[in-house]
């Protein structure tokens, strides 16, 4: 501006403004009809921003409510789980009362369908802690009529012995105890000889010679020569017979289910009664099974 004269710089600073003028005037012009030029710089300038913003505040609140809301499932799931389980628990409840059921009407219908049979039933109320010693504790005893060497039985089979008869309550010694035996026979040979616990789930058929055909699922009974059961109750069934020297190896399944046991029956007498009868499924008993030749047969003894 130092070269110009004084006169001239008014010209020029006027020419300055106007030209001012028109720039900001041309600012004013809307492009393409959306917004004046200015308000589009703006926006462009501050949307990034916005958007930003937005963003991490939409974050912060989706967080946020996530986290309450994992509260309230938690709480929830905890609430659900503790019902879950509270049915579960009434579910086994009702099952194990519907199981008892079945089994008392099992003993009904069998002490129905041997009314003439001195018997007694009894509940199991605990059993030996002696691994030993396989025996159980009944909730009977003296004053119910209970002496010692009575048969203990159940539906399915013979269970044991009683060995200690007390004022309330009895000790019964199972078929798998070591020092239990019952005189036993093969149902359809015929076969007489003892059977004996092994202190194992299986028992053992002793003194048959090796050359007698034992085969496996054969029948076992009792012989009624132990004066303790009465002939022609289950024992069990053959699941081992093998060749030995002098004697067959004969292992037996028992028949009553002897790690199950919760209700039994005590036989106050010998007098004879048959546990093989069908029962069809409304629990009513069916015509007994006869074996040719049975000890009760031959005595002429009249099935109950």
């Known amino acids: 501006m130092a070269g110009i004269p004084s006169r001239h710089r008014s010209l020029f600073l006027l020419a300055g403004v106007i030209i001012l003028q028109v720039l900001l005037l041309a600012v004013q012009i809307k492009r393409d009809s959306q917004g004046r030029l200015i308000r589009v710089w703006t926006v462009g300038a501050v949307s990034p921003f916005e958007k930003g913003g937005a963003y991490t505040v939409g974050h912060i609140r989706d967080v946020w409510r996530h986290y309450f809301a994992l509260r309230d499932t938690a709480r929830e799931n905890e609430r659900l789980k503790r019902e879950n389980d509270q049915l579960k628990l009434q579910i086994t409840q009702l099952q194990g009362r519907a199981a008892e059921a079945d089994r008392l009407a099992t003993l009904l219908n069998f002490r129905q369908a041997h009314k003439d049979v001195p018997m007694l039933t009894a509940r199991v109320i605990g059993a030996s802690a002696d691994s030993a010693s396989q025996t159980i504790y009944l909730d009977r005893g003296e004053r119910d009529g209970i002496k010692r060497n009575m048969g203990v ?72 020569k132990d004066r303790i059961f009465p002939p022609d109750l289950p024992v069990g069934t053959v699941v081992e017979s093998k060749p030995g020297n002098p004697f067959r190896q004969i292992r037996i399944r028992p028949a009553a289910r002897l790690e199950r046991l919760e209700e039994v029956i005590v036989l106050l007498s010998l007098h004879p009664l048959d546990l093989r009868k069908a029962t069809d499924g409304n629990g009513q008993q069916g015509p007994a099974a006869t074996t040719p030749g049975s000890a009760t047969e031959e005595r002429g003894a009249v099935r109950p």
Request: negative net charge.
């Open 153 to 224: 039985i159940t539906p399915d089979g013979v269970v044991g012995k009683v060995i200690e008869a007390y004022a309330n309550t009895t000790q019964v010694l199972l078929l798998t105890d070591k020092e239990s035996g019952v005189g036993a026979m093969l149902a359809d040979s015929r076969i007489q000889s003892p059977v004996g616990g092994t202190g194992e789930p299986l028992l053992s058929m002793k003194y048959v010679p090796t050359d007698d055909t034992v085969n496996v699922g054969d029948s076992v009974v009792t012989s009624g």
